[in-house]
């Protein structure tokens, strides 16, 4: 009875002193988000529940990898199941009895499955990080102190299991196999002996367990409980579409993010919910062809900031026990700079803002925002900015396209493609009555390469019968490429003269070949009162094929691998429209190559970099193209005058050019239709 009262107690101080050192740790660590500016979430219950039992109970994102996915499935269930059985287990220690189940005999055995089937997956996991040795995987005591916690945490279990089947005078069972296998081996002790044996191995597991809960919020696993939460509070907006920025505000002091604190509470809920699997590093086109961005090590950097500057703003530590956990860097956190001390501005720099790090994050973050607000401070902040691209924006600042042609030019195009006007070209005020607006952009109305896409698109709209009409010399930026760069107030000027200008000509529906452009218009513009469907000319094309206003009759003979563009694919979801296209016509085979969809590699041009020169590792294009070349096609098909660029200028670089033609799917679709080459 005593014994009974003193365990009992020594449960209650254990446990209870445990309980109070987590919250505490996960309290400060809240304290440090609080730090943030707060943002406002929509409050979006069902679409945000749905969202979560999909990515939390489902495990979609972590299935993009099947094998890890299908090892994290069977660790966090086998860990949900686990729970009733370290319910069971702490009762049998504390009241000599176990969970009132119906069926023990089954819960038994389905407990001792569970603890194999974990032990596997571990297993699994150490394999792939060590003896497999994955890139993306960090090796050392850190990532693998939890492989020791979870293999001794399901070890006490079997062997309390033992021990009491001993004490018990319990035989041999089917229902609970490992655990008869260690009676076995402790058959020749005593009552008493088992019974000390029971008891050692049931503090010893409740002591891994309760180390495991302290563990847990001090390093990476912090994603068991940030995880769901940030999975639950994500953003619901269009996918990638950018916060704006009050530049009217007469008490900011600066722009963008350049302090930690400038991020919102939800862009820190992220740095916390990091996992630190890598997946976003080694997709992105950055990281992979030599460039120092890391995505995961830029969340991790931020989050060790963060916890560094934190605790010394709020005088709360971070780690329990400090001699185990707190790193010394020898520098007072409050006197380092967030870009230049912890992000170097070259990090910055190499993003193409392609997204597939955000598309392969299993518990949501989002990497490019951060990116985008950290270049904003120090454009609109700092002045700073690569040369190249400073000059690009300067030029869409003066004569509203990124290579200084006059202005006056942007409409030159018309004559030069159709001297004779057999395309019947018309301005908004020549055809007031116009059923499209056909937004150009600066590649389609100044680049000699993608005015062959414009032709093309002009006599497909024509052939279909549609009534169609463009801006000319009043067309303008759209801004992404300010907005991407990090010049929120050339983008805001932009859009606000953009808008302007649909409003004075009553545009309802814009059509445009480039995804950029799309993107912005479709996901962004409506903030500032766009009002007008946008469409992709893919989308229009598929339409008017399906409804045979365009008939595909003449054959072409080519092997076909399509290239997704990033903001077409995985900003807009629009992956089957342009490949609906390419089966329609007649003699075409289309080859998908393995990274494609929404895990296609960018093309190296997005985020602003299709204006600057690539400085270190391999160029991202020709890395892009020598993948497209894989599946030996004759044409390399895209739907993006920026991807196209970049795939022609990576044929050449491989020398490929006079075997393997680069072509727009307007461009092979009027091959088609209109049996011309």
Same mark, same amino acid.
């Given at each position: ?294 995505? +995961? ?314 204006? +600057? ?32 660029? +970049? ?31």
């Amino acid at each position: 009875m005593i014994g009974s009262l003193i365990q009992f107690v020594l449960f209650l101080a254990v446990t209870g002193y445990a309980l109070f050192l987590f919250g505490r740790i996960v309290y400060h660590r809240y304290l440090y988000i609080q730090l943030g500016k707060s943002v406002n979430l929509k409050k979006e219950a069902k679409a945000r529940l749905k969202e979560f039992a999909i990515q939390v109970f489902g495990q979609t994102k972590l299935l993009k990898d099947k094998k890890s996915g299908i090892m994290h499935i069977i660790i966090f269930y086998g860990f949900l199941i686990l729970q009733l059985g370290a319910l069971d287990l702490i009762l049998k220690g504390l009241i000599g009895r176990g969970l009132p189940v119906p069926g023990y005999d089954y819960f038994t055995f389905i407990q001792e499955v569970t603890v194999a089937l974990i032990l596997l997956a571990m297993g699994y996991a150490t394999y792939r990080r060590y003896i497999e040795k994955l890139k993306r995987l960090k090796r050392g005591w850190k990532p693998s102190i939890v492989v020791f916690f979870i293999f001794f945490l399901l070890l006490s279990v079997v062997v309390s299991g033992g021990f009491e089947r001993v004490r018990e005078g319990l035989g041999a069972s089917g229902y609970a196999p490992i655990s008869s296998v260690f009676a076995g081996i402790f058959s020749g002790l005593s009552h008493t002996g088992a019974t000390i044996g029971f008891y050692a191995s049931w503090w010893m597991h409740l002591l891994i367990l309760l180390s495991f809960l302290i563990y847990v919020p001090q390093s990476k696993h912090f994603h068991i409980i940030t995880a769901p939460i940030n999975i639950l509070l994500r953003r619901t907006e269009p996918t990638g579409k950018l916060a704006s920025l009050d530049l009217e505000d007469e008490e900011a002091e600066s722009f963008g993010v350049g302090k930690i604190e400038d991020f919102t509470q939800k862009q820190m809920l992220d740095f916390y919910s990091c996992v630190e699997c890598g997946r976003c590093t080694n997709v992105c086109p950055a990281n992979t062809t030599g460039k120092l961005l890391s995505p +995961m090590h830029l969340i991790t950097k931020l989050r060790d900031h963060l916890t560094e500057k934190g605790a010394a703003i709020t005088s709360k530590s971070p780690w329990v026990p400090a001699a185990a956990f707190a790193t010394h860097s020898g520098h007072n956190p409050l006197d380092v700079e967030l870009i230049g001390g912890v992000i170097t501005e070259e990090e910055l720099w190499a993003c193409t803002t392609c997204r597939n790090c955000e598309d392969q994050c299993p518990v949501g973050n989002e990497h490019v925002d951060k990116i985008i607000d950290l270049r904003r401070h120090l454009v609109l902040t700092q002045g700073s900015m690569p040369h190249d691209g400073q000059r690009a924006l300067q030029n869409i600042e003066r004569q509203g396209n990124p290579w200084g042609i006059s202005r006056n030019d942007r409409v030159k195009w018309v004559k030069e493609v159709d001297p004779s006007n057999e395309l019947n070209v018309r301005t908004v005020k020549e055809n007031p009555d116009f059923e499209y607006l056909f937004f150009l952009g600066s590649m389609g109305a100044y680049d000699n390469r993608s005015r062959k896409i414009t032709h093309a698109f002009v006599k497909l709209m024509n052939e279909a019968g549609i009534s169609f009409a463009i801006l000319g010399n009043e067309e303008k930026n759209s801004g992404d490429t300010p907005r991407r760069m990090g010049n929120e107030f050339l983008f805001q000027q932009l859009c606000a003269d953009n808008i302007a200008t649909f409003q004075k000509y009553k545009v309802q529906k814009i059509v445009t070949t480039c995804p950029h452009t799309y993107h912005i218009f479709k996901n962004e513009y409506p903030e500032f009162g766009l009002e007008a469907d946008i469409f992709h000319h893919t989308e229009l094309l598929n339409q008017w094929v399906k409804e045979g206003r365009l008939k595909p009759q003449y054959e072409v003979h080519e092997r076909i691998t399509y290239h997704d563009s990033c903001y077409l694919g995985r900003y807009n979801e629009v992956y089957e429209e342009p490949r609906s296209i390419l089966r329609a016509i007649p003699g075409a085979v289309l080859v998908e190559q393995p990274r494609s969809r929404e895990n296609s590699m960018c093309c190296g041009a997005g985020g602003g970099m299709m204006w +600057m020169e690539e400085t270190a590792g391999t160029r991202v294009n020709v890395a892009r193209t020598e993948q497209l070349l894989s599946v030996n096609p004759t044409v390399i098909s895209s739907a993006c005058p920026y991807c196209l660029t +970049m795939v022609e200028d990576g044929t050449k670089l491989k020398e490929v050019e006079e075997r393997v033609k680069a072509r727009d799917i307007a461009e092979i679709l009027a091959m088609s239709v209109f049996g011309t080459a």
